[in-house]
């Protein structure tokens, strides 16, 4: 089961973290693979895809929820601006 998830561009290397640590214990938490698709989107510049893999639909849920909490941090300590989750 495959999930991608449009974030802000800028969170890309919040969710990856030093030497990748964030993203590896996102994957742990989560029993997910989570890979942040370097590719550009047309029209879609200021945002990356997460994509969110995993053996049940079960997994890759709780994969999506546990980016968002991630997202909701990155908000409430300042590093990302509700403003940049809108599509425009």
């Known amino acids: ?3 991608e998830v449009l974030v802000p ?3 890309g290397s919040h969710l990856i973290g030093q030497r990748g ?3 590896r214990t ?3 938490e989560t029993a997910c693979d989570l890979n942040v698709v370097k590719e550009p989107m047309a029209g879609l510049a200021d945002f990356k ?3 969110i ?3 049940s639909i079960e997994d890759v849920a709780g994969g999506v929820w ?3 909490e ?3 941090e990155l908000v409430s300590g300042g590093v990302l601006k509700l403003g940049q989750f809108e599509l425009r």
Request: hydrophobic content about 40%; cysteine-free.
């Open 26 to 28: 996102l994957m742990e």
């Open 9 to 11: 561009e800028k969170s």
């Open 21 to 23: 640590e964030r993203i």
């Open 1 to 3: 089961f495959i999930v």
């Open 66 to 68: 546990r980016l968002q």
């Open 49 to 51: 895809r997460v994509r």
């Open 70 to 72: 991630v997202l909701g």
């Open 53 to 55: 893999t995993g053996q």
